[in-house]
């Protein structure tokens, strides 16, 4: 089977872009690689990552401290193959043609690294049962 010449992309959308959609980029980058196109943004985006989230990835070997929440674009949408929502209800533009998931997740915002492992560890989950959907099986 040939592979397609565009791997999927994906685009992960929550209000701030400092939590959950940062941990699922970050997941779906450090677990698929180039087989998959990772984008991620919020509606109204924080002004720098959840330190938190940045705790809680360092735990399991990935480091989102670098990472700027970005603002939502309808350019980042069309982009994208997959768009999965986290929370940010009717905020989030709908086109056709796109394949929509919305993930209900505990929202990190305000809570410790305690709080935040169990979201990080079900956005995990989550990413490797959606890497198994959306790539094509490697010959490896």
């Known amino acids: 089977m040939n592979t ?6 994906v685009l992960f959308v929550c209000v701030h872009n400092a939590g959950r959609s940062q941990m699922a980029a970050a997941f779906l980058t450090h677990l ?12 109204a985006p924080a002004a720098t990552v959840n330190p938190a989230v940045v ?3 360092a735990e399991v070997g990935i480091d989102v401290s670098a990472e700027v929440p970005k603002v939502l674009t309808v350019e980042a949408v069309q982009a994208s193959d997959v768009v999965i929502t986290m929370g940010c209800g009717d905020t989030c533009p709908v086109f056709p043609g796109k394949r929509y998931l919305d993930w209900e997740l505990q929202d ?5 690294v ?7 560890d079900e956005i995990e989950k989550r990413i490797r049962t959606l890497i198994d959907e959306i790539t094509p099986p490697t010959n490896a």
Do not use: K, L, T
């Open 108 to 112: 990190p915002a305000g809570h410790g």
């Open 55 to 57: 705790d809680a990835m």
């Open 32 to 43: 698929a690689g180039d087989r998959v196109q990772v984008r991620s943004a919020g509606s």
């Open 4 to 9: 397609p010449a565009e791997p999927p992309s």
């Open 114 to 120: 305690d709080a935040v492992r169990p979201i990080r």
